[in-house]
Each structure stands twice: as structure tokens, then as C-alpha cells.
């Protein structure tokens, strides 16, 4: 019974992470690319722009979108009072994408400790460790997975808010964003 259970903590914990990974996967978004075509997509058609926004959750496409609708608001062409709306809703964005990450990384702990639990039981009763192992392995290179795409989802916020908001007030500022109905 001992064995059965140290091996259901393990695959236990692979879920988790799976969960973890999975969903980092989902927020993952090239900033170069995504860069380039939000900037050619605000001095095209800033209407789509937001569209655009609206389409990649939990990256700093979603915060931008929320400075787009908080700079819409301030119903002014003055470029200062746009971007003192803006950034503060773009810091209202990025909460909620940190949010987001923190709960992916609360389930990455949770496959970690039940990992652990796993191979610490296995051990104990003397059972043979080698498929904890491989799981334990599996897991670390998901691990390295999930902080790299944290890291760059973290790099991607704060370079956004240096090199495409201040287009964001521009487009605003200059009435490439129409007003729909």
C-alpha cells in the first residue's frame, strides 16, 4: 500500500507541474515579434490594436490593453494626461499577470513537495526508487522551463512599458484610436 501511495505522489506531482508548465506555455509570448506587430498595428489602426490585446491573456499584451482603455477614457489629444493614465493602468495589468504567475508557481511548489513526499516515502520502505528518479528529473527540467518563461514573461512586462507604451499615448494623442459605439 506504501508503494502504491509513494507512487501516486509522484505522478501526483507530475500533474502539478504539468498544470505549471502548461499553463506558462500558454503565456508565452516572443516579445520581439509581439513588439513589432503591436507597434505597426497602433500606427495603423489602433481599434485593432486593442483587438489585438484582447487575444494573448496573461502577457503584457492584456496590460497594455488595459492602458489603451484607461488613456481612451482621459478623452484628451494632451500626450502628458494620456500617459498619466496610462502607466497607472498598465501597472493594473501587470497585477494581475503577476497574479497569475504566482498561482502557476504555487502549483509548480505543490508537484515539487509532493515529489519529494514521494521519493522520501519510497525510501523509507525500501522500495526501488528509479521511477521516482526519472520523475524527479522530468520535473527539474520543467522547472528550469517554467522559471525561463517566468523570467522572460517578467522581462517582457517592464520592456513594454519602456518601448510601447509611450506609442500607446501617441496613437491616442493623435486620434488613431476611433471610438466605436
Same mark, same amino acid.
Given at each position: 500500500?506504501?508503494?502504491?501511495?509513494?507512487?501516486?505522489?509522484?505522478?501526483?506531482?507530475?500533474?502539478?507541474?504539468?498544470?505549471?508548465?502548461?499553463?506558462?506555455?500558454?503565456?508565452?509570448?516572443?516579445?520581439?515579434?509581439?513588439?513589432?506587430?503591436? =507597434?505597426?498595428?497602433?500606427?495603423?489602426?489602433?481599434?485593432?490594436?486593442?483587438?489585438?490585446?484582447?487575444?494573448?491573456?496573461?502577457? &503584457?499584451?492584456?496590460?497594455?490593453?488595459?492602458?489603451?482603455?484607461?488613456?481612451?477614457?482621459?478623452?484628451?489629444?494632451? @500626450?502628458?494626461? =494620456?500617459?498619466? !493614465?496610462?502607466? @497607472?493602468?498598465? /501597472?493594473?495589468?501587470?497585477?494581475?499577470?503577476?497574479?497569475?504567475?504566482?498561482?502557476?508557481?504555487?502549483?509548480?511548489?505543490?508537484?515539487?513537495?509532493? =515529489?519529494?513526499?514521494?521519493?522520501?516515502?519510497?525510501?523509507?520502505?525500501?522500495?526501488?526508487?528509479? &521511477?521516482?528518479?526519472?520523475?524527479?528529473?522530468?520535473?527539474?527540467?520543467?522547472?528550469?522551463? &517554467? &522559471?525561463?518563461?517566468?523570467?522572460?514573461?517578467?522581462?517582457?512586462?517592464?520592456?513594454?512599458?519602456?518601448?510601447?507604451?509611450?506609442?500607446? /499615448?501617441?496613437? =491616442?494623442?493623435?486620434?488613431?484610436?476611433?471610438? !466605436?459605439?
Amino acid at each position: 500500500m506504501k508503494v502504491f501511495l509513494s507512487y501516486a505522489l509522484v505522478l501526483g506531482g507530475l500533474g502539478f507541474i504539468a498544470a505549471a508548465v502548461i499553463g506558462a506555455m500558454l503565456a508565452n509570448l516572443s516579445y520581439v515579434r509581439a513588439k513589432f506587430a503591436m =507597434i505597426n498595428m497602433l500606427r495603423t489602426d489602433a481599434n485593432k490594436a486593442e483587438f489585438l490585446c484582447k487575444t494573448a491573456k496573461n502577457t &503584457f499584451y492584456e496590460a497594455l490593453g488595459q492602458a489603451i482603455k484607461i488613456g481612451v477614457m482621459s478623452q484628451t489629444n494632451d @500626450p502628458k494626461i =494620456i500617459a498619466m !493614465s496610462t502607466k @497607472p493602468g498598465y /501597472d493594473a495589468g501587470c497585477i494581475s499577470i503577476t497574479m497569475y504567475w504566482k498561482k502557476l508557481f504555487g502549483h509548480g511548489k505543490k508537484g515539487v513537495l509532493a =515529489i519529494v513526499g514521494g521519493i522520501v516515502l519510497a525510501v523509507t520502505i525500501n522500495a526501488s526508487i528509479v &521511477f521516482h528518479v526519472i520523475c524527479a528529473v522530468i520535473a527539474a527540467g520543467c522547472a528550469i522551463y &517554467f &522559471f525561463k518563461t517566468r523570467a522572460d514573461n517578467e522581462r517582457s512586462l517592464l520592456l513594454a512599458k519602456a518601448e510601447i507604451l509611450p506609442e500607446v /499615448d501617441r496613437a =491616442i494623442a493623435e486620434g488613431r484610436y476611433r471610438f !466605436s459605439a
